[in-house]
């Protein structure tokens, strides 16, 4: 596990955007560990290939949030094999304060390379899937609207080859 700082803008945002996202766009889900055992108190959201997979605290670890890149899938796309290697970052609850204390411990190495994509990756889904959740004014303001919109749109251009 690497201990990689982020700027604390990133990291504050990347960790409100989780929360966000498995608040409004979680769901509690059937979840087979590697030991054939049910987990029924996780909940995941999935946008594309991430899957957030919140977790009751357990005797190793507290209650968090994992993401992970999702690396097989069934035919019809609906199950999918979840591979505790490409864990990208854990948000784990420090204590159960009100508000609860986080520490955002970043598993995979060189974070600028995937942390700007991960909060608007994740934002992106919130406004197409929870647009109430965000104070889109705020955002509008500070230019992460037209960051968001150039990057959906880079995204859904053809890749053109030469």
């Not at 029924?40 to 594309?48: S, V």
Request: glycine share 4%; aromatic share 6%.
């Amino acid at each position: 596990m690497f201990l990689i700082e982020l700027d604390p803008s990133q990291s504050k945002l990347l960790s409100a955007l989780t929360l966000t996202v498995l608040k409004h766009l979680g769901e509690a889900t059937l979840v087979v560990d590697e030991e054939n055992a049910l987990c029924p108190e996780w909940r995941m959201a999935r946008i594309g290939d991430v899957a957030l997979l919140q977790k009751p605290a357990d005797d190793r670890l507290p209650k968090r949030i994992d993401c992970y890149q999702v690396d097989e899938r069934s035919a019809s796309g609906a199950a999918f094999r979840l591979d505790p290697a490409p864990l990208v970052y854990s948000l784990q609850w420090k204590h159960n304060a009100h508000p609860p204390d986080f520490e955002l411990v970043l598993v995979q190495a060189e974070p600028q390379d995937w942390v700007n994509t991960a909060n608007l990756t994740l934002l992106g889904e919130l406004r197409r899937r929870a647009p109430h959740a965000i104070d889109w004014a705020g955002l509008t303001a500070a230019g992460i609207v037209q960051m968001l919109d150039d990057f959906e749109a880079a995204e859904e251009a053809p890749v053109r080859r030469h």
